[in-house]
């Protein structure tokens, strides 16, 4: 009482000692769940974290990140393709072939997203995190909703992007080697139907229900898996 704060510095051996077995009994006690109130354990103060622990399935956006960005100032993107031109060999002093360019314009619509959420002016002020906390719980929810849209969104008449499979032209579906049934020529026959300008920077997706489908197919005649 006599050094307040300053006790520890003085402590002989014997004091030392006796303070570090008493905080040792008190972390014996803590980690043992004290926690009633016969037992004082009403008294003890709780620690709280407020990072918020994201507990749903949530989901990557794997077509975002594989997609260029582009930020306009109009209400629609507009853009320009040719399926190029034709070229030729000829020999010195011979007229050369027009080669006529065709152009197509493409155009996207962009579509709004909205997430809401309503909080007080009074957990705003105690809660000094909130914002950030929000922040990430809405990147979350946007990749989600934005993967699932990507992917099977009507378009631009249903208020949502369009999505790769609304999107495809009937000519681009590539027919698998029968009704109801996935084997393993689709594999091939997907790869080999990608033009060769595109085969580079080719990513293939799929989930991992299906890619484990793939890995596990086995030689015809074969009931044996391929190892991992």
Request: glycine share 10%.
């Amino acid at each position: 009482m006599r050094y307040g704060s300053d006790a520890s510095h003085v402590y002989t051996a014997d004091e030392a000692q006796a303070m570090r077995e008493q905080f040792a009994v008190e972390a014996e006690r803590t980690a043992m769940g004290v926690g009633t109130g016969s037992t004082g354990g009403f008294g003890v103060p709780a620690q709280l974290d407020p990072t918020i622990v994201l507990r749903s399935d949530g989901s990557v956006n794997p077509l975002r990140e594989l997609a260029s960005h582009t930020t306009i100032s109009t209400s629609e993107w507009k853009g320009i393709t040719s399926l190029g031109v034709s070229a030729e060999f000829t020999q010195e002093g011979t007229e050369m072939a027009e080669a006529t360019v065709t152009l197509e314009q493409p155009s996207i619509i962009p579509e709004r997203l909205d997430i809401s959420v309503l909080a007080s002016w009074e957990i705003l002020q105690d809660w000094g995190s909130i914002q950030s906390e929000l922040g990430r719980l809405f990147q979350d929810a946007k990749d989600q909703k934005e993967n699932e849209r990507f992917t099977l969104g009507a378009g631009h008449g249903s208020f949502e992007p369009e999505g790769l499979i609304a999107g495809l032209a009937a000519a681009s579906v590539v027919t698998g080697a029968g009704t109801a049934l996935f084997a393993l020529a689709d594999v091939y026959t997907i790869q080999e139907a990608l033009p060769p300008r595109f085969q580079p920077k080719a990513k293939w997706l799929s989930t991992n229900a299906t890619m484990n489908k793939i890995n596990r197919f086995v030689p015809q005649a074969s009931a044996t898996e391929p190892g991992l």
